[in-house]
């Protein structure tokens, strides 16, 4: 059964900086497609970033492009979100989910099977 883990969310300042990791553990295939989604209190889960399985692909919301960066390890079987200049708007629970058997990526919540509990992250001064 895929599993994943995400961690490294906390409190950070505005304009500040944190790193997301998402681990997966319990699956055959070679790489899943990963995708970051995050969820505000009272609001949709929306799509923030996503990588495809090789790494070759990847999109994130326009709310987030030029302040946040995803990356894969596949060797760790980890994908990463490396979020700067934050903004208190950044403030969400933060979910990695993850599909198998595509090579591309999506945005969309029903795309993917596997999601993970959850990481918070809290921009506020």
């Known amino acids: 059964q895929l599993q994943l883990v995400e961690s490294g969310g906390g409190l950070v300042q505005p304009g500040g900086s944190l790193r997301l990791s998402c681990t997966a553990s319990?699956?055959?295939?070679?790489?899943?497609?990963i995708g970051w989604f995050r969820q505000a209190p009272g609001k949709e889960r929306e799509g923030v970033s996503c990588?495809?399985?090789?790494?070759?692909?990847?999109n994130y919301a326009d709310s987030v492009k030029g302040r946040f960066t995803i990356s894969r390890d596949n060797a760790k079987n980890t994908v990463y979100l490396q979020m700067t200049s934050l903004k208190p708007e950044d403030t969400a629970v933060y979910y990695c989910?993850?599909?198998?058997?595509?090579?591309?990526?999506?945005?969309?919540?029903?795309?993917?099977?596997?999601w993970g509990q959850g990481t918070q992250v809290t921009v506020s001064s």
């Open positions: 319990g699956f055959t295939s070679d790489y899943l497609t």
């Open positions: 990588i495809s399985r090789s790494g070759g692909i990847s």
């Open positions: 989910a993850a599909e198998d058997g595509s090579r591309y990526c999506s945005h969309y919540v029903s795309f993917y099977t596997y």
